[in-house]
T-cell receptor, first 113, second 113 residues
C-alpha cells in the first residue's frame, strides 16, 4: 500500500511558468488537502476537498488552484509561479469527519527563481 | 478562529533526559488536538491525538501528552530521549467538524549523545 504519492519530488521553476504538483492516494479517503511548509510558520492550508467534485479555500489560497475530478487525485496548480511560492508542499488525505487523522505524502520541494 | 502556539522553536536535550515540548491552543469550541512528527526529508506522521476521551493520551515511540483545559495546553512528553527522537514536532488543533487542521510553528528537537 503506497498511501499518498506526490510528484515531482523537487522542482526548480522560472518565475511566470505554470506548474502542477500531483498528488494521488490509494486509501479511498474522502478528504484531501494541500499545505505549504515554511520555516517557522508550520504548515498552512492552501486548498482542501471534502469529497470528489468539491473544493474549498484554506488559509493561503491566492495564486493556487485545485481540482478533484475523482477520489484518488488532487492536483495543485500554480498558474504563474512567483518566488514567494518557493516552499515545500505537502498533500494529505483523511477519511473525513471528526476526529480526523490526516495522512501526509512525502512532499514536493519547489524553488521559484 | 483557532490558533496554536509552540513555545521554543528549538529544544535540545541529552540522550536519556526528559523531553517536554510545549503547545498552547486557542479554540472557541472543544478542540481535537494532535501531535505530528516530521523526520528529515519526510512527510508528517501522527504521534497521538486527543479526542475528548482520556485527558492523558499515549502515542507511538513512548510519547504522551496531557490535555489541560484550564491551561489550554497539550504538552508533549517522553521520559527518556533517544537519538532517534531527533525530528521536528508539530502541534495542531482542529475545529469541531474535525477535518481542518491549524498547525503550530513547529519545534525542532535535538538529542545530544
Amino acid at each position: 500500500i503506497a498511501g499518498i504519492t506526490q510528484a515531482p519530488t523537487s522542482q526548480i521553476l522560472a518565475a511566470g511558468r505554470r506548474m502542477t504538483l500531483r498528488c494521488t492516494q490509494d486509501m479511498r479517503h474522502n478528504a484531501m488537502y494541500w499545505y505549504r511548509q515554511d520555516l517557522g510558520l508550520g504548515l498552512r492550508l492552501i486548498h482542501y476537498s471534502n469529497t470528489a467534485g468539491t473544493t474549498g479555500k484554506g488559509e493561503v489560497p491566492d495564486g493556487y488552484s485545485v481540482s478533484r475530478a475523482n477520489t484518488d487525485d488532487f492536483p495543485l496548480t500554480l498558474a504563474s509561479a512567483v518566488p514567494s511560492q518557493t516552499s515545500v508542499y505537502f498533500c494529505a488525505s483523511s477519511l473525513g469527519g471528526p476526529p480526523d487523522t490526516q495522512y501526509f505524502g512525502p512532499g514536493t520541494r519547489l524553488t521559484v527563481l | 478562529a483557532q490558533s496554536v502556539t509552540q513555545l521554543g522553536s528549538h529544544v535540545s536535550v541529552s540522550e536519556g533526559a526528559l523531553v517536554l515540548l510545549r503547545c498552547n491552543y486557542s479554540s472557541s469550541v472543544p478542540p481535537y488536538l494532535f501531535w505530528y512528527v516530521q523526520y528529515p526529508n519526510q512527510g508528517l506522521q501522527l504521534l497521538l491525538k486527543y479526542t475528548s476521551a482520556a485527558t492523558l493520551v499515549k502515542g507511538i515511540n513512548g510519547f504522551e501528552a496531557e490535555f489541560k483545559k484550564s491551561e489550554t495546553s497539550f504538552h508533549l512528553t517522553k521520559p527518556s530521549a533517544h537519538m532517534s527522537d531527533a525530528a521536528e514536532y508539530f502541534c495542531a488543533v482542529s475545529d469541531n467538524a474535525g477535518n481542518m487542521l491549524t498547525f503550530g510553528g513547529g519545534t525542532r528537537l535535538m538529542v545530544k549523545p
